[in-house]
């Protein structure tokens, strides 16, 4: 299985700052990554698919970025709606897999 | 409006089985890929599995935690996905998630609200 490891794990920060989570696979993947937004009690929000194309409805402070192996997941000015754990997640080789998840909460 | 509402969740003791249902509404479900993820309390996401359209062959992919104890299955005539779940163990207690599955980009789109499982004695 593909393992994919997030960093940070846990990140705390404030309104307005800039913020980037990275993700990187076991093995390439090219770029059959998906990122999610998971906030406390409720079920996972799709935020970017295939490592940069947002998501309908998404704000475009979101971005994600990189190919085969590492890739990123970027929030450009940091909103209230936007702490939440975030997750990884590759397509790209069966069976799919998660990343473990990065806490974004609030400095 | 896309609607994914699970149920079938219960308390199960180890080495029991149950099975999962989720009824899908204001999409065409039979064109759809399906899929199952799961997550245990105060962990991360885990994939179960994930069925395609018959259109697209009908086959199934799992997780290699749960080959060959869970089937995934899918009646196009009633909407409705299934998760059958076999030889339960206490680490299969989670909330299970029913989502479509991007059949092009290989992502859930949209997700259910979540069945709890708990396998306890």
């Known amino acids: 299985d593909v393992q994919m490891t997030q960093s940070p794990s846990s990140v705390s920060a404030s309104v307005g700052d800039r913020v980037t989570i990275t993700c990187r696979a076991s093995q390439g993947i090219n770029r059959w990554l998906g990122w999610y937004q998971q906030k406390p009690g409720k079920a996972p929000k799709l935020l970017i698919y295939?490592?940069?194309t947002l998501q309908s409805g998404v704000p475009s402070r979101f971005s994600g970025s990189g190919s085969g192996t590492d890739f990123t997941l970027t929030i450009s000015s940091l909103q209230p709606d936007d702490f939440a754990t975030y997750y990884c997640?590759?397509?790209?080789?069966?069976?799919?897999?998660f990343g473990q998840g990065t806490r974004l909460d609030s400095k | 409006e896309v609607q994914l509402v699970e149920s079938g969740g219960g308390l199960v003791k180890p080495g029991g089985s149950l099975r999962l249902s989720c009824a899908a509404s204001?999409?065409?479900?039979?064109?759809?890929?399906m899929s199952w993820v799961r997550q245990a309390p105060g962990e991360g996401l885990e994939w179960v599995g994930r069925?395609?359209?018959?259109?697209?062959?009908?086959?199934?992919e799992y997780a290699t935690a749960v080959q060959g104890r869970f089937t995934i299955s899918r009646d196009d005539s009633q909407n409705t996905l299934y998760l059958e779940m076999n030889s339960l163990k206490t680490e299969d207690t989670a909330m299970y998630y029913c989502?479509?599955?991007?059949?092009?980009?290989?992502?859930?789109?949209?997700w259910g609200q979540g069945a709890l499982l708990t396998v306890s004695s």
């Open positions: 295939v490592a940069s």
């Open positions: 069925i395609k359209s018959k259109s697209d062959g009908g086959t199934v």
């Open positions: 989502t479509t599955y991007s059949g092009t980009y290989y992502v859930s789109e949209f």
């Open positions: 997640q590759q397509s790209g080789s069966l069976p799919v897999t």
């Open positions: 204001g999409f065409t479900f039979k064109n759809a890929w």
